[in-house]
């Protein structure tokens, strides 16, 4: 199956869009002869009714069939009420005898942040059951579920992007196209590709880059997806088409780590001191050898409850390391977290490399890495490349279930990628109080639950997770604070895999075919 | 459960990471394995393909309680006649066949490979947490 996804069109008189490069793309378009045209939206550039009368003269060169979905800037001056009349309905499905294509509509009019609202995500759920037992599951929306590289400040995540990653993991979707950030970018997050395309026709590319699509191969053995920019070399990606799997350990464990955030110490009802004291009774009967704390410490900022947090996690028997949360730098927090916790940490267990970064910013949930922290760090890591490295931080790195997505980090697309391209081990965060786990190309991402706080939102319950690193895989757990029973969050081989995506971060890769797989 | 959550898929409720063990390795080293990884069951793999399936309930019963030698392999034990469904069946149809057969678990199939399992544990009742909270607060 070859799928030809293009975006972001622009489609206005004059002002940004770029003829040329929309005439270039639809004639190479044509000469690959696609099963399908998926158009993942921002067909016109203002919504007008001018708009979306040119848009629907040039878009009956593309080649057919084609599902074109609404962007934002198509929702723009009630445009949502024309897309109906020039283009067509803005959800709906497609489905061949292996293959189903959802397309959902993730606009909010006037807005350019992305939602896919309830009723849609239960139609979105119905949807997902009626081709359950397609093989290979392609949902399309205009708006990206994964931090994008390259496009500045994260914004205009989808409102419930956590919810719709969990659903499409679950559903064991296999492939999800995206647009809107202008950027092309590809990752395997689990057995799931999310590929956002690049503007095809819009002047307002990122970082220099030309106006691009898509090219999407599937066959039984891999989704192949190349990057064909105007007037430069191709960047192509090829992930295997994994099976399920089971595991069968054979090396022997190297690690135990327990992770833990939202312990929430204080003298109020906010803290549960019962969940606390289990789980440290829990923590050291496990005897791991580091114990990573990812934030929420204290429930806030003040001498008295770091006081009593001092003292409370001093009946944990192995080594503590923290970072702090938002919350932790509340108030005369800033002063008292490096005061009791020492500050930034860093450790060694082993071959095992474990380093804190501090994305807490002042009465702010969104945290921040920052350009000047991720270059030295990727010095740092580029001076060690061996061993198993860890990285631990507050803020979430992927979006979690269950909540608004506002806990990323205002970097994320370019913190993500970095990690992602200098072949981190395992991230650690904890924020969003709902534990989550995924790999994210060759990185472990794992988000820990509230250990003791009154606010989670696990329907588990308040947790810590355990993360046993063997010869030969990672297995992370999720313990109840209270009874300590567990349930799995993930395993995963450790990989032979290739590292790095290949899709602009830097010439050097153009024009290869990276394999980016090998289960 | 309501009626629109017993026609999903069990699909959306399974655990698709199985933790295995090879036939030929002993009772105890998959008594190891299971305490190692705070799981209950096993599958037993063969070549690469699963062959059976062994609980703490299995061993129980098949090796302690009968007197069974515990370095005996695995395979010697293990249930060969493996109960399973499609992975896309209805969750609800799925608890009925559990029920019928009084199994604890369910194996889901997927073209003809063992992809995942169901268990009671995967359909968490959010009202035992709130007994939870309850008994903490107190």
């Known amino acids: ?519 | 459960m309501n009626q629109e959550e017993s026609a999903m898929p069990v699909r959306q409720y399974a655990t698709k990471k199985l933790i295995g063990v090879e036939g030929s390795k002993s009772i105890d080293a998959a008594c190891q394995t299971m305490v190692e990884f705070g799981i209950g069951s096993l599958v037993v793999m063969e070549k690469g393909k699963v062959v059976g399936f062994v609980t703490q309930g299995d061993i129980i019963e098949r090796v302690v309680a009968a007197g069974l030698d515990h370095h005996r392999p695995v395979a010697e034990i293990m249930t060969v006649e493996l109960v399973s469904v499609d992975i896309n069946t209805a969750v609800g149809e799925v608890i009925s066949l559990m029920g019928k057969h009084q199994l604890k678990y369910m194996l889901l199939e997927e073209q003809g490979d063992i992809v995942g399992i169901f268990t009671f544990e995967d359909f968490h009742d959010p009202r035992k947490q709130y007994l939870e909270t309850d008994i903490s607060s107190e």
């Not at chain 1, 590289?149 to 499409?168: H, I, K």
């Not at chain 1, 970082?207 to 997806?225: H, K, Q, R, Y």
């Not at chain 1, 001093?314 to 503590?320: K, N, Q, Y």
């Open chain 1, 1 to 519: 199956m070859k799928i030809a996804h293009i975006s972001d069109t622009h489609i206005t008189h004059g002002g940004s869009f770029v003829r040329e490069s929309f005439e270039q793309i639809v004639e190479l378009i044509k000469e690959e002869k696609c099963d399908f045209v998926v158009h993942t939206g921002d067909v016109t550039n203002t919504g007008l009714k001018e708009d979306y009368e040119l848009a629907r003269k040039l878009l009956k060169a593309v080649p057919r069939p084609m599902v074109v979905l609404m962007g934002n800037h198509d929702a723009r001056n009630v445009g949502y009420e024309l897309f109906r009349y020039y283009v067509g309905a803005p959800n709906g499905a497609m489905s061949g005898d292996d293959y189903a294509v959802i397309y959902v509509d993730s606009t909010v009019p006037d807005l350019n942040d992305g939602r896919v609202g309830r009723i849609k995500y239960d139609w979105l759920k119905e949807r997902l059951k009626e081709y359950s037992d397609k093989p290979m599951k392609i949902v399309a929306l205009h708006h990206h579920v994964l931090p994008v590289p390259s496009t500045g400040r994260e914004r205009n995540v989808l409102y419930n992007a956590g919810d719709l990653l969990d659903l499409f993991l679950k559903y064991d979707v296999r492939l999800v196209l995206c647009g809107h950030r202008h950027y092309p970018n590809v990752y395997r997050i689990e057995e799931l590709v999310v590929a956002n395309a690049g503007c095809v026709s819009c002047a307002k590319t990122r970082v220099g880059d030309a106006n691009s699509f898509n090219l999407i191969e599937i066959d039984g053995e891999a989704i192949t997806v190349q990057t064909r920019r105007v007037g430069r070399k191709e960047v192509t990606t090829t992930y295997p088409v994994a099976s399920y799997s089971v595991f069968v350990p054979a090396g022997e464990r190297r690690a135990r780590i327990v992770q833990m955030s939202g312990t929430c110490i204080s003298n109020t009802r906010e803290f549960n001191r019962q969940k606390f004291d289990n789980a440290v009774r829990k923590i050291n009967s496990l005897k791991p050898d580091v114990v990573v704390h990812c934030g929420g410490i204290v429930n806030e900022g003040l001498k008295e409850e770091y006081a009593l947090a001092s003292r409370l996690l001093e009946a944990i028997a192995a080594e503590v390391l923290f970072t702090p949360g938002s919350r932790d730098i509340d108030y005369l927090g800033y002063k008292l977290f490096p005061q009791h916790f020492g500050g930034r940490q860093e450790h060694v267990v082993s071959d095992l490399h474990f380093k804190a970064l501090y994305s807490a910013q002042y009465d702010s949930e969104v945290g921040v890495v920052g350009q000047t922290e991720l270059d030295s760090l990727t010095r740092e890591l580029d001076a060690h490349p061996s061993g198993f490295r860890c990285l631990f931080l507050h803020h979430n790195l992927l979006p979690i279930p269950h909540l608004r997505e506002k806990g990323l980090l205002e970097d994320c697309g370019d913190v993500l990628k970095r990690f992602c391209d200098l072949g981190v081990d395992l991230v650690l965060t904890g924020h969003a109080s709902h534990p989550f786990a995924a790999r994210i190309e060759d990185t472990i991402v794992v988000n820990s639950n509230s250990l003791s706080g009154r606010k989670q939102r696990s329907a588990f319950g308040n947790s810590f997770n355990v993360i046993d690193i063997y010869d030969d895989l990672v297995y992370v757990s999720e313990i109840h604070s209270l009874w300590g029973s567990r349930r799995i969050l993930g395993i995963w081989r450790h990989e032979d895999r290739v590292r790095g995506s290949g899709i602009g971060d830097g010439s050097e890769k153009e024009g290869q075919t990276v394999d980016a797989g090998g289960k």
